[in-house]
């Protein structure tokens, strides 16, 4: 899944607001593993089991997923800084389109 299905883009969005979207996004997302993480963690420090283990284990895997998340849109938007405005405007506008098509088909099928 990639992040930028969660963002609306408008053709006149700059990067900044692009970049404070994704940040709301991603912050939203790490608050609630945040809120998952502390009771999981303070189960597992009073007994430890296997069930305790794994819930552990897949909260850790959804972080991974997170930090991987967070890398690509990095990634991402240092891209699309290197490049001039126009060039910047013109990705995120072709982006956009295609990601509406990709639904519009789907919901047809659906």
């Known amino acids: 899944m990639c ?8 053709d006149d969005i700059t990067l900044r607001e692009l970049h404070q979207k994704i940040l709301r996004i991603l912050l939203s997302w790490a608050a609630e593993l945040e ?4 009771p999981l963690l303070d189960a597992l420090t009073s007994k430890i089991s296997t069930l ?13 997923v997170l ?10 938007i240092e891209q699309l800084m290197d490049g001039d ?11 956009k389109r295609r990601m509406e098509a990709f639904y519009g088909d789907q919901s047809l099928q659906g």
């Open 85 to 95: 405005g126009d060039m910047a405007k013109m990705y995120l506008t072709e982006k």
């Open 3 to 10: 992040l930028l299905e969660f963002v609306w883009l408008d």
């Open 52 to 64: 305790n283990l794994e819930r552990v284990r897949r909260l850790k895997s959804r972080l991974v």
């Open 35 to 38: 809120i998952e993480a502390y």
């Open 67 to 76: 930090t991987r998340r967070v890398q690509k849109v990095r990634d991402e």
